[in-house]
């Protein structure tokens, strides 16, 4: 046991259900995020790669285009329904594996990776270092990691705005604390750093970048977004929120995001951290 229980279950249950019902909206929502990571990873025809947290595989389906029938992408995550779901959507790459894997505690397979990617994969370990420490096992010497995390909520219009309007229509809530497992666990790059380095991993690094959230629905797509598998999935279940209270958010939200608005589709900047790092 290693303390991510909770979590797999949240994955498994009705959370991930709506990350596969949702998965080609979502896919286009964080595809700017996608692009970053398989940028800075930058795999080559033949490589292996790992990707940590795969969700419905976006990521692991775009390293596969690049690695080719040559190489191989092992698509992991701790929940099994995403494991599931990686193996048919990429069932005409079978360059493409998938594993249900808490990375915090995995034993890998024998040939190792040339790299590990995530995006948003690597912020909800119980205990990130040792998860960092096991992740480090399945890389070659000289091996990297790449990951991206979101940053504070606060530079987050997409968490600050629904997470201010649950607040205002609901009841001021906790504050997650900072440092702690959840889609935030990794905003503090000092704290994320510090992590990473209690490893032997070297050229430790954070690169925070700003990429806009794409939805082609404009502001209400995102608004309803949010409600489907985003920030205010988790207040709105825990407060079993009337049909009106859920428009009034939708509506206020929507009403929030329309700045971001251009020719009809939202374009919510994000502020995420692309945490480097290689095997020694
Ligand atoms: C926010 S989702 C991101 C999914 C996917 N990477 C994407 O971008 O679409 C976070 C994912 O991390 C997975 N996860 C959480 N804790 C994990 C752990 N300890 N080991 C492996 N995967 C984990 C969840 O099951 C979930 O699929």
Redesign the pocket.
């Known amino acids: 046991m290693t303390g ?1 229980a909770d ?1 797999a279950d949240f ?1 498994s249950g009705p959370a ?1 259900a709506k990350w596969i019902e949702y998965e080609a909206e ?1 896919d286009h929502f ?1 595809s700017t995020v996608a692009a970053a990571v398989i940028e800075k990873a930058a795999p080559k025809a033949g490589e292996r790669v790992l990707d ?5 595989g ?2 692991s389906i775009l390293a596969a285009d690049v690695v080719g029938p040559g190489g191989h992408v092992l698509a ?4 099994a329904p ?1 494991a599931s779901r990686v193996k048919e959507r990429a069932r005409t790459l079978p360059q493409v594996g998938a594993l249900v ?4 505690s995995a034993s890998w397979p024998d040939e190792p990776f040339d790299m590990a990617v ?4 690597v912020m ?2 119980a205990d990130p270092a040792a ?1 960092f420490a096991n992740i480090a096992l399945a890389l070659r010497p000289g091996g990297r990691m790449i990951f991206a995390a979101w940053g504070r909520a606060e530079d987050n219009p997409y968490w600050r705005i629904p997470r201010d309007m649950v607040d205002q229509l609901i009841a001021p809530r906790p504050r997650p604390l900072p440092n702690t497992p959840g889609p935030m666990g990794l905003a503090n790059a000092d704290w994320a750093l510090e992590q990473m380095r209690a490893s032997e991993l070297s050229d430790v690094r954070a690169e925070t970048l700003e990429v806009p959230l794409l939805h082609a629905a404009g502001a209400a797509g995102a608004a309803d977004l949010s409600l489907r598998i985003g920030p205010a999935v988790r207040p709105m279940a825990e407060v079993e929120a009337t049909p009106e209270l859920i428009a009034e958010y939708r509506e206020a939200v929507t009403r929030a995001f329309l700045p971001y608005e251009v020719d009809g589709e939202a374009r919510i900047p994000a502020t995420i951290h692309l945490y480097t790092a290689r095997r020694a």
């Not at 894997?101 to 915090?104: I, L, R, S, V």
Request: negative net charge; glycine residues 14%.
């Open positions: 991510n979590e994955w991930g979502q964080l940590i947290g795969c969700g419905t976006a990521v992991t995550d701790i929940a995403f894997a808490d990375a915090q995530s995006r948003f994969g909800f370990f998860a």
